[in-house]
């Protein structure tokens, strides 16, 4: 039984671990993007192709006039679900076991 429970234990830090990853990406690149980081830098690329393939769901949702409005809503909220999202069922996890 204690392997279960181990197993389910590092199973939710997984998932707190890859949702805590995931938004950290996100914020960067939208301090990035407000802090006009140089788009030919190669890290700066990086993060900008990884945070919109993880925000593609969110991109264009909101429609402000300002391009600064819409990156911070749009990535902004993709970051706020998976860190909700992740630790919830991280947290379900932990409880049902």
Do not use: K
């Not at 279960?4 to 671990?17: D, E, H, L």
């Not at 890859?18 to 938004?23: F, P, Q, R, S, Y």
């Amino acid at each position: 039984m204690t392997s279960g429970r181990s197993n389910t234990t590092q199973a939710a830090r997984v998932i707190v671990v890859l949702a805590d990853v995931m938004a950290a990406i996100i914020g960067l690149w939208i301090l990035m993007y407000l802090l006009d980081a140089n788009r030919a830098n190669g890290l700066v690329e990086f993060v900008r192709s990884v945070a919109s393939w993880l925000a593609g769901w969110s991109h264009d949702l909101f429609t402000f006039d300002e391009a600064w409005a819409r990156v911070v809503a749009g990535y902004g909220l993709a970051a706020v679900v998976y860190l909700v999202v992740g630790h919830l069922v991280a947290g379900r996890l932990l409880r049902r076991h």
